[in-house]
Nanobody, 127 residues
Framework: EVQLVESGGGLVQSGESLRLSCAAS????????IAWFRQAPGKAREAIGY????????VYADSLKGRATISSDNDKNTVFLQMNSLKPEDTAVYYC????????????????????WGQGTQVTVSS
């Protein structure tokens, strides 16, 4: 059974940092790419970036470049999202998603590219 389980969300103050985890199981981890998305209330799902687990390369959305870092521990089948200098507008449910096909800097934003999704973890940033 394929599972993606996010954790690490919670309530933080503006300016603080947070590291989210996405624990994967049930598929060949190194052969996939895993992306992070977020969705704020009343807004469309937004792609944050992704990591190619085979070579560790990453791509980020321009709007979050510099504040978001995606990394992985392939031995533990886990991907991380480090978010720094959090703002109230970062409040959202954060999701990880896995894609078997190769992604590029254009198609990673398309939710249809992904085979599996986690259930999401809530991040709330207070001002």
């Amino acid at each position: 059974e394929v599972q993606l389980v996010e954790s690490g969300g919670g309530l933080v103050q503006s300016g603080e940092s947070l590291r989210l985890s996405c624990a994967a199981s049930g598929f060949a981890f190194d052969e996939y790419s895993i992306a992070w998305f977020r969705q704020a209330p009343g807004k469309a799902r937004e792609a944050i970036g992704y990591i190619s687990l085979g070579d560790g390369s990453t791509v980020y959305a321009d709007s979050l470049k510099g504040r978001a870092t995606i990394s992985s521990d392939n031995d533990k089948n886990t991907v991380f999202l480090q978010m720094n200098s959090l703002k109230p507008e970062d409040t959202a449910v954060y999701y990880c998603a896995a894609a078997a096909d190769d992604l590029d800097s254009f198609d990673y934003v398309d939710a249809d590219e992904y085979d599996y999704w986690g259930q999401g973890t809530q991040v709330t940033v207070s001002s």
